[in-house]
């Protein structure tokens, strides 16, 4: 579905700011984990967010680097632990093997964050299909991670985070093979036929 405007500039100019907040409140740690195959998912948690106290973590605008020669993106869900998708605002996009996917939680105040936030949880999940003609190894980086907390303050996180996995051969379709059967058979009847 096209989005009439897209809101990552407004988010990514938010997070910006964070960079010019006079301290870090915090680190917390982002994990990596996912499956391969004809469709790749990786899982983007964040750990280290202490449940039920303030400040919780209300923002982040992350980057994840892949191949396209060998992925492409399909799309992303987001977790639930800043409100979402109703009380959130949520958007990514790709470009140039870079998945850019943010989300700010419209939840005030930070009580209403605190509550939904156990010390580690997803922030979302990126789906990817296999472009590869070959079982094939493929690093997904990421590259960029802005964090804040439910007063505006930065989190900090060490970078990057990798993850390797296989992307597989796309199998063909049920719908594909019979096709092919059918043309296979129709091409050895007309060969097969005598000749007047």
């Known amino acids: ?42 899982t983007v948690t964040v750990m280290g967010i202490e449940a039920l106290t303030e400040p919780s973590l209300g923002a982040f605008d992350l980057d994840l680097g892949y191949d396209p020669a060998v992925l492409a ?22 470009a140039g093997g870079v998945v850019d996917f943010a ?12 509550n939904l936030q ?19 190894l493929t690093t997904l980086t990421l590259s960029q991670a802005l964090l804040s907390d439910g ?18 051969i796309p199998e063909a379709s049920g719908a594909h093979v019979f096709a092919l059967g059918v043309l296979v058979a129709l091409a050895g009847h007309l060969l097969l036929r005598p000749r007047s």
Do not use: W, Y
Not at 118 to 136: G, I, N, R
Not at 151 to 163: D, E, F, K, T, Y
């Open 73 to 94: 993106f399909s799309d992303v869900e987001f977790g639930t632990f800043l409100g979402g998708p109703i009380q959130s605002i949520q958007d990514e996009v790709a």
């Open 1 to 42: 579905m096209k989005k009439p405007f897209r809101i990552l500039p407004l988010l990514a100019l938010s997070l910006l700011a964070l960079c010019f907040a006079p301290g870090l409140s915090r680190a917390a740690t982002i994990g990596l984990s996912g499956t391969g195959g004809t469709t790749v998912s990786v």
């Open 151 to 168: 007063n505006g303050q930065r989190i900090a996180v060490s970078l990057p985070v990798s993850i390797e996995l296989e992307a597989a």
């Open 118 to 136: 156990p010390d580690s949880f997803l922030l979302a999940t990126v789906h990817f299909a296999s472009l590869a003609s070959e079982a094939t």
């Open 103 to 114: 989300e700010v939680s419209l939840l005030f105040p930070n009580v209403l964050l605190q």
